[in-house]
């Protein structure tokens, strides 16, 4: 059974997220306290007899109850009607949801043109397109990689992802949204994380929004440590912005849109989800400037590897390796000496989905274009094209130079991708991605050295 809309979108109120600028607070992780209306948080226990103003409450777990403390999450939220209010959920149809990954993925590197608009209006939620995963919602290990471009605001629609948390890259378009914790505004060149199942609304503040969205199935996002690199660095954890206690009191005819063990459902709901009066603890969602992210390279020469451009983690089982490393490269100088300063060909164990935000990646001269993607598998050689290494190759290294006006990103999985069979059908594949290396021209000479 397919459930439509219920009601047309209306526009979105872009004033009211103005007023959320003004609220954040800041920290990663942090336990926060926050009420829109003054003395409703219960001071001494979790949950009084009475909660005041006549409220509920109901705590929402995202770890183990018995997770170490410093990676336990949980907040307790104050709330109109408890979270179950609302009627039996039942299947809702959509295609990106029922879309298979391809069991036979090829060994060759991948490449594709940005979504297009879509000519129907589509919001947020029905907008997603299925690019690539791993591992499954059942496991609580992997991810699924998605690209979104929608023409309207979700409306009287909620969703919430009982699969996983939601890292969500804005490429185009500013997205107000509406969540249980509070407001959140956010741009291109900033990052949002959306817990799992955390209830949400998403309305488009400038006509369509087009962005990337990793599903993270496994342990919870979170600040890398920094080793030898101190205790500064990278993304610091006060630009991490999580909003303040705010509340919609709204009866009416609304819908909430699940999506649970890889299926998606819906059920009517009588008022508006987002009615959450107050809340304390540190399950919650947080947004990121990537502006502010402090990049790290070498000042010698050689080219280090990306890890040093990590911005968040997924840690497996495995000591120091990862399920999800979520990596930037924003603007930066490059300094490095006698040395090829784009990065270099290479195979990795780990597999890559990149995606760029704006401007040019400094490998690429031209094809990788923004709000476009590629994927390099496990072991799938790639590099500079042909362009990119002639010119690096001859760059003067004794000067220094500044790659400005770009910011490609990278969700980098321990297990190997499996592109999903509309991406690998799509007309937005570049099939001619392969030709960008075949004109690399061979140099070699056995009767000269360097
Ligand atoms: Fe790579």
Redesign the pocket.
């Known amino acids: 059974m397919s459930l439509k809309h219920k009601a047309a979108a209306p526009a979105a109120d872009s004033s009211l997220f103005d007023q959320s600028e003004l609220q954040y607070q800041s920290g990663f992780g942090n336990d926060f306290a926050t009420e829109a209306l003054a003395g409703t948080l219960p001071v001494g226990r979790n949950s009084p007899q009475r909660v005041a103003h006549g409220l509920y409450a109901e705590q929402i777990s995202g770890t183990a109850f018995t997770a170490p403390r410093d990676v336990n999450r949980r907040s307790w939220v104050y709330r109109i009607r408890p979270g179950a209010v609302h009627s039996p959920f039942k299947p809702y149809s959509n295609a990106w949801v029922e879309e298979p990954l391809c069991a036979q993925p090829e060994p060759n590197p991948m490449r594709w043109n940005p979504l297009p608009i879509p000519a129907q209006p589509t919001d947020f939620i029905d907008s997603w397109r299925l690019f690539a995963g791993n591992g499954a919602p059942q496991s609580m290990s992997g991810c699924a990689i998605y690209m979104y471009c929608a023409t309207e605001s979700m409306g009287h629609r909620y969703f919430y992802n009982g699969d996983g948390e939601l890292l969500i890259v804005p490429q185009e378009g500013r997205l107000g949204i509406k969540t249980e914790f509070g407001l959140l505004r956010v741009e291109p060149q900033e990052m949002v994380v959306i817990p799992r199942g955390c209830r949400f609304n998403v309305s488009l503040l400038d006509g369509h929004a087009r962005g990337y969205i990793c599903e993270n199935y496994g342990a919870l996002l979170r600040l890398p440590d920094l080793g030898p690199i101190g205790s500064n660095g990278l993304a610091l954890s006060r630009d991490f912005e999580t909003p303040v206690a705010w509340y919609e009191d709204q009866e009416g005819d609304y819908e909430l849109i699940a999506k649970f063990q890889g299926a998606l459902w819906c059920a009517s709901i009588g008022h508006a989800p987002c009615d959450v009066v107050a809340w304390h603890g540190n399950y919650a969602p947080y947004k990121y400037d990537m502006r502010r992210f402090n990049t790290i390279g070498t000042i010698s020469f050689d080219h280090p590897d990306?890890s040093l451009f990590l911005v968040l983690q997924s840690p497996s089982y495995a000591p120091g390796v990862d399920d999800i490393d979520f990596v930037i490269f924003p603007p930066r100088w490059l300094v490095a000496e006698n040395t090829f300063r784009p990065?270099w060909f290479?195979r990795?164990v780990a597999s890559?989905f990149?995606g760029l935000v704006q401007g040019q990646y400094d490998a690429k001269s031209g094809g990788f274009v923004p709000g476009g993607a590629s994927l390099?598998n496990c072991m799938v050689s790639?590099?500079p094209d042909a362009e990119t290494f002639d010119k690096a190759s001859n760059e003067d290294t004794s000067q220094p130079r500044k790659v400005t006006d770009t910011l490609a990103f990278?969700f980098e999985t321990r297990v190997p991708l499996l592109p999903s069979n509309e991406a690998l059908g799509s007309p937005l594949r570049q099939k001619d991605y392969y030709l960008c290396w075949q004109s690399v021209a061979r140099h070699f000479n056995s009767g000269e050295s360097v």
């Open positions: 990306p990065p290479h990795n890559e990149m390099h790639h590099g990278m």
